[in-house]
C-alpha cells in the first residue's frame, strides 16, 4: 500500500525524521508508534502530502505519491476540528467535496453513515451545540465518508468516552474488512494490541522497530516464567535451573517470577518444582507492546 | 481550481448568511433615508422662518427712519409713538418687532430690539449692518466727505474657478472634487481594515477551531488562503453594490416623497455634476481590489502566525502604520495638495496608492501616472499574497510556539 523510503525531514535547527523507511501492506491496520515529538505527525504530515520532505520517497500502491492520491486517502489529525458555527451536514458535505465527491453523493452517503450511527437528528445542528464525544463522531464520518483505499487516524479515541469508542472501534474493523488499510497512531497500547497487525516504532526521528507484532514480541522473550503454586514455600537447593526474580505469597497462593538458566527449558523448571509443590499455573512472559514501547524510548 | 471555487462558496456564504450582515446591509440605506428625512424637517422649517417679519422703527434722532430697506423677509415700517405705546402693540401684533433707537444712543450704545418672539439671528445681523451703514454715511457727510465718490470706488469681486482642458474650459467646483476624494479614501481605508481583519480572523477561527489540518489534508495552503480571500472579497463587493443600487432606491422614494425645490441637497448634487463618477467608481473598485488582495494576504499570514486574536498586536503595527499614515496625511495634505511630488510617491507605492489615489483622482492626474500606479499596484498584490503564502503555509500548522519575526523570516525560506 505504502512504501516510505529513507525518509529526511530537516527543519529549522532540528530533524524530524532521519533516513526512516518503511513499508504499510495493503489490507492491514498497522501502529505507528512512538514517544511526544518523535517525528509520527511529520511522517503523518507527508503522507498527506501537507508538507514535502527533503529527501526520499513515498510510494502509494508503488506509484510515486501525487496529488490525485488525496482523494483516495483518509486523515483524522490530532489536533481536529470542525467549523463552530456551520451546521454538521453541510459541514460534512463540504470535507467531502473538497476530497471529490459530488454534492448528491455527499448526501446521500452521510444520511447513511448518520442512520448506522443513530445520529439522524443531527444534520442541522451547529458543532457548537454538540458535546466533544458528538463532535468527533461527525469527525470520523467526515474522515472515512469518500471511502478512502487508506485510512490515518491519529489518536481517534482520544475525546471518546468508551462506549463511543467502542463502536468506532467496530467500525475501524469493519472498514478495514472491507479493504481499506489503515495507519494508526496512538499512544494507547492496548488498543494497539487489539487492533494493529503490525507496527513500526519510532523514536528521536529515526525508526528503531517495525514489523508484526506477534514476531516483535517474540523476538523480545527472554526466558521469564510465571509460576504459581500452592503448598509450602519453595526451599532452594542451589541446583535449581533458574534464578528467582521476585516472589509474592497471597491467599494460599505463591506467584514466583524467574529467569531460565542458560540451556534450561520450562520442563527442567517442573521437575524442580513437582517432587516439592503442587504447580497450578506456569507461563512464559512475553513482553508486551508496552513494555517493549518503554524499553526501547528510554 | 474546482476546491477553490468550493471555499470560496462557503466563505462566502457563511458571511452573507450571517445575521450582522443583513442589518449592515440595510442599515446604511436606512440611514441615508434618515438623513433625507432630517433635511427634508429642517428646510420645511427654515421655510417658516424665513416668513416675513414687520419691523417697526421708533427713531428719536430721525437719523434712521425712512433710510432703512425692505429685504426679502423684512419689512420696515416707522412709528411715532411713545415707546410704552409701542411696546403696548407688540402685546397685539405677536410677529412684530419694534426697533427702538433712543435719542443718545451713541453714548448709551442702547439701541434695543424689542419683540415677544426672539427674532432670529439673521433679522438682526441684518438690521445691524443696515444701522451701521446709515451711520457711517450720517457721518462721512457731517465732515464733508462726498458719499457718491466713495460708492464708485467700491468694487465687487468674486472668483470663479475654471480648469483649462483640452474640450474647452470647465467649471471645477474644488469644494466637491476635494470631497469626492476624501470620502472614496476614507471608504478604501475603512474597508480594507474592516474586510482584511476579517480574513485574519477566519484564519485564526480555522487555527484554533483545528480544523486547518483536516482542510489542508484536502487542498494546498495557498488554495485554502486564496479561497478565504476572494470569499471575503465577494461579501464586501456584494455589500458595496447592496448598498449602491439601495441608496439609489431611497433617494428616489425621497427625491418623491421630500419633494422640496430649493432643498440644501440640490445645490450638492449640482455642485458634484462636474465629478466624472464613472471613471471614480471603477478606480475605486480596482484599488479596492488590488488593495484588497494586498493587504488581506498580509493580514492572513499574521492570522497564521498567531494562535488568538490577542496575539496579533505586534504583527498588526507594520501593516496598519502605512495605511494609517497615507490616510492622514491624504486627507489634510494630500487633498489639498493632489499634484505635489509627496502626493506622486504616495500614490505610486502599493502599499499607501490605494487610499492616496483616491485622493488625487478627481483632480484628474496625469493618465501615465494613474496606469503606472495600477500596474505597481498589481505586482505589489501578486508579490505580498506571494510572500504571506510561504509564510501562512508554515504559520498555520503551528501550534502553541509564539512566533518572532525571525521565525517568520525562517518559515518564509522552509522548503514546501
Redesign the interface.
Known amino acids: 500500500m505504502l512504501s516510505i523510503r529513507n525518509i529526511v525531514k530537516q527543519?529549522?535547527g532540528h530533524r524530524a525524521l532521519d533516513d526512516v523507511s518503511l513499508e504499510v501492506p495493503a489490507g492491514q491496520i498497522f501502529g505507528l508508534l512512538g514517544p511526544n515529538g518523535a517525528g509520527k505527525t511529520s511522517l503523518i504530515?507527508i503522507i498527506?502530502?501537507?508538507?514535502?520532505p527533503?529527501s526520499g520517497e513515498i510510494l502509494f500502491n508503488g506509484e510515486k505519491l501525487n496529488q490525485s492520491h488525496?482523494e483516495r486517502?483518509g486523515?483524522?489529525?490530532e489536533?481536529?476540528?470542525?467549523?463552530?458555527?456551520?451546521a454538521i451536514g453541510e459541514q460534512i458535505v463540504?470535507?467531502a467535496?473538497?476530497?471529490g465527491l459530488s454534492h448528491a453523493e455527499a448526501t446521500r452517503r452521510i444520511k447513511n453513515w448518520f442512520e448506522k450511527l443513530q445520529i439522524q437528528d443531527w444534520w442541522n445542528k451547529k458543532v457548537e451545540e454538540l458535546s466533544k464525544g458528538m463532535q468527533q463522531k461527525a469527525?470520523f464520518v467526515?474522515t472515512v465518508l469518500h471511502e478512502p483505499d487508506l485510512i490515518i487516524l491519529d489518536e481517534p479515541f482520544s475525546g471518546f468516552d468508551p462506549g463511543n469508542a467502542e463502536v468506532i472501534k467496530n467500525e475501524i474493523i469493519e472498514l478495514n474488512q472491507k479493504g481499506a488499510t489503515i495507519l494508526f497512531s496512538t499512544h494507547r497500547m492496548e488498543s494497539v494490541e487489539e487492533l494493529c497487525s503490525s507496527i513500526a516504532l519510532i523514536h528521536k526521528s529515526h525508526k528503531i522497530l517495525d514489523g508484526r507484532i506477534k514476531d516483535i514480541r517474540n523476538s523480545y522473550r527472554n526466558a521469564t516464567y510465571l509460576i504459581e503454586y500452592s503448598g509450602n514455600a519453595l526451599s532452594m537447593n542451589g541446583n535449581q535451573p533458574f534464578t528467582t526474580i521476585d516472589e509474592a505469597f497471597n491467599d494460599e497462593t505463591h506467584t514466583l517470577r524467574l529467569k531460565l538458566n542458560e540451556g534450561a527449558t520450562s520442563n527442567d523448571v517442573l521437575q524442580y518444582l513437582i517432587p516439592q509443590v503442587s504447580v497450578n499455573r506456569l507461563q512464559e512472559i512475553i513482553p508486551s507492546v508496552h513494555e517493549i514501547f518503554i524499553q526501547q524510548t528510554k | 481550481m474546482n476546491?477553490v471555487l468550493?471555499?470560496i462558496q462557503?466563505e462566502y456564504l457563511?458571511r452573507v448568511r450571517k445575521k450582522a450582515f443583513l442589518v449592515t446591509v440595510f442599515l446604511v440605506p436606512v440611514l441615508l433615508l434618515a438623513m433625507y428625512a432630517v433635511m427634508y424637517l429642517i428646510y420645511k422649517n427654515s421655510s417658516e422662518l424665513n416668513a416675513i417679519r414687520t419691523v417697526k422703527v421708533l427713531d428719536e434722532t430721525g437719523q434712521f427712519a425712512g433710510k432703512m430697506q425692505n429685504k426679502p423677509t423684512i419689512k420696515f415700517e416707522d412709528v411715532n409713538k411713545p415707546l410704552a405705546e409701542a411696546r403696548k402693540d407688540l402685546k397685539t401684533h405677536k410677529d412684530d418687532i419694534l426697533l427702538y433707537i433712543p435719542k443718545d444712543y451713541e453714548s448709551l450704545k442702547s439701541i434695543q430690539l424689542l419683540s415677544e418672539k426672539k427674532p432670529n439671528i439673521t433679522v438682526s445681523m441684518a438690521i445691524e449692518r443696515q444701522l451701521n451703514d446709515i451711520a457711517t454715511n450720517n457721518n462721512m457727510i457731517a465732515r464733508g466727505i462726498d458719499t457718491a465718490k466713495i460708492k464708485d470706488v467700491k468694487s465687487n469681486i468674486s472668483i470663479s474657478a475654471k480648469e483649462v482642458t483640452d474640450s474647452g474650459d470647465k467649471e471645477s467646483n474644488v469644494g466637491a472634487l476635494y470631497g469626492v476624494g476624501v470620502a472614496g479614501a476614507i471608504i478604501i481605508y475603512l474597508s480594507l481594515f474592516i474586510y482584511g481583519a476579517q480574513v485574519m480572523r477566519g484564519v485564526i477561527?480555522?487555527k484554533t477551531?483545528?480544523?486547518i489540518?483536516?482542510?489542508?489534508?484536502?487542498?494546498k495552503p495557498f488554495q485554502l488562503m486564496l479561497g478565504k480571500i476572494i470569499g471575503v472579497a465577494l461579501v464586501s463587493l456584494t455589500q458595496f453594490l447592496a448598498w449602491i443600487v439601495l441608496s439609489v432606491v431611497v433617494s428616489y422614494i425621497a427625491n418623491k416623497y421630500f419633494n422640496a425645490p430649493q432643498s440644501p441637497m440640490l445645490g450638492v448634487f449640482a455642485s458634484l455634476k462636474g465629478v466624472p463618477f464613472g471613471y471614480i467608481v471603477s478606480c475605486f473598485l480596482f484599488y479596492f481590489l488590488t488593495g484588497f488582495l494586498l493587504y488581506s494576504a498580509l493580514f492572513a499570514a499574521v492570522g497564521s502566525a498567531v494562535d488568538s486574536e490577542s496575539e496579533t498586536q505586534q504583527f498588526m503595527f507594520p501593516i496598519t502604520m502605512p495605511l494609517l499614515f497615507t490616510y492622514l496625511i491624504s486627507v489634510t495634505f494630500l487633498a489639498q495638495n493632489p499634484d505635489s511630488t509627496l502626493a506622486f510617491w504616495l500614490s505610486i507605492i502599493p502599499f499607501t496608492a490605494p487610499v492616496a489615489m483616491m485622493v488625487r483622482l478627481p483632480f484628474d492626474p496625469d493618465p501615465w501616472q494613474v496606469g503606472l500606479s495600477m500596474g505597481l499596484m498589481v505586482i505589489g498584490f501578486i508579490f505580498t499574497v506571494w510572500v504571506a503564502a510561504r509564510i501562512y503555509r508554515v504559520g498555520i500548522?503551528m501550534?502553541g510556539k509564539k512566533a518572532s519575526y525571525s521565525e517568520l523570516v525562517?518559515w518564509f525560506f522552509?522548503?514546501?
Do not use: C, F, H, W
Open positions: 527543519y529549522a504530515r498527506n502530502q501537507i508538507t514535502a527533503d488525496i486517502i486523515y483524522m489529525p489536533e481536529r476540528g470542525l467549523y463552530k458555527k456551520m463540504y470535507l467535496r473538497l476530497k469527525q467526515a | 476546491k468550493l471555499i462557503r457563511s477561527e480555522e477551531n483545528r480544523i489540518e483536516v482542510i489542508v489534508s484536502s487542498v500548522l501550534y525562517k522552509y522548503k514546501e
